[in-house]
């Protein structure tokens, strides 16, 4: 069986045409993948991307680590929230995987790679990761919705209590930040402004519905795609 987000029966109730994407059941659309790309492209729109793998990586050498795992150079990341994208290598150099790295604090660093290589992806980090001080943690248990678009950092925003909205303005792109119970990353893969927000998955549904009622559309994986 499917894996499934949780928030798949709020994909159901939108009309969500539902495929098998890295063996969960994912919305590729809710009607019209073209209206879905036009409402990101010209307002906003929300991706349930709580397949992605979110991995923390914790101990005393986990820029060491990521230093010799990934091709892009870590000691770029000097302040805290800051993040990257790079590519995960294979001994001889080659690709494993491509991904988003976080630097929280020198113990703490959080990847986010793709749901479609999960198993392969995480025996690699477990494999490489072995020889230095670091602690490997998925965190399953976390959700993602991303808000990308024109309108979508002020739509996101104008949901937050005051005090949390104005530590997420301030986040310029490629940061990071813990605002309350949720961590918003000023990222995102469609080449629109936005932020990606990991939270419990007991409390996904009610950032998305709120979101919904604000005017943001649910798009699925095909507008993600083009």
């Known amino acids: 069986m499917a894996n499934r987000t949780p928030l798949y029966e709020a994909h159901l109730a939108s009309n969500a045409r539902m495929v098998d994407f890295g063996g969960w059941e994912m919305p590729i659309n809710y009607g019209s993948q073209i209206e879905e790309h036009h409402r990101v492209r010209q307002a906003a729109g929300m991706f349930d991307v709580s397949h992605m793998t979110v991995v ?18 870590v000691a770029k990341l000097k302040t ?11 001994e001889r150099g080659g690709v494993v995987d491509d991904l988003i790295t976080y630097f929280i604090d020198e113990t703490f660093f959080r990847v986010v790679v793709n ?3 999960h198993d392969k992806d995480m025996a690699w980090l477990q494999q490489q990761g072995a020889p230095f001080d670091v602690v490997i943690n998925e965190r399953p248990e976390l959700a993602m919705i991303a808000v990308q678009g024109p309108t979508a950092r002020d739509a996101v925003l104008a949901l ?8 997420a303005a301030e986040l310029k792109p490629f940061r990071a930040r813990q605002v309350n119970d949720m961590f918003i990353a000023r990222t995102g893969y469609t080449g629109e402004d936005g932020f990606e927000i990991s939270m419990a998955g007991g409390t996904a549904l009610d950032l998305w519905d709120r979101l919904l009622a604000a ?3 649910p798009c699925g994986l095909g507008a993600r795609d083009t």
């Open 215 to 217: 005017g943001v559309a």
């Open 80 to 90: 805290p929230g800051q993040a990257f994208y790079s590519c995960m290598l294979n």
């Open 160 to 167: 937050l209590p005051e005090e949390h909205a104005a530590s």
């Open 56 to 73: 923390d990586i914790n101990g005393a050498q986990p820029r060491h680590f990521l230093s010799y795992l990934l091709a892009n150079d």
């Open 115 to 117: 749901a479609a290589t």
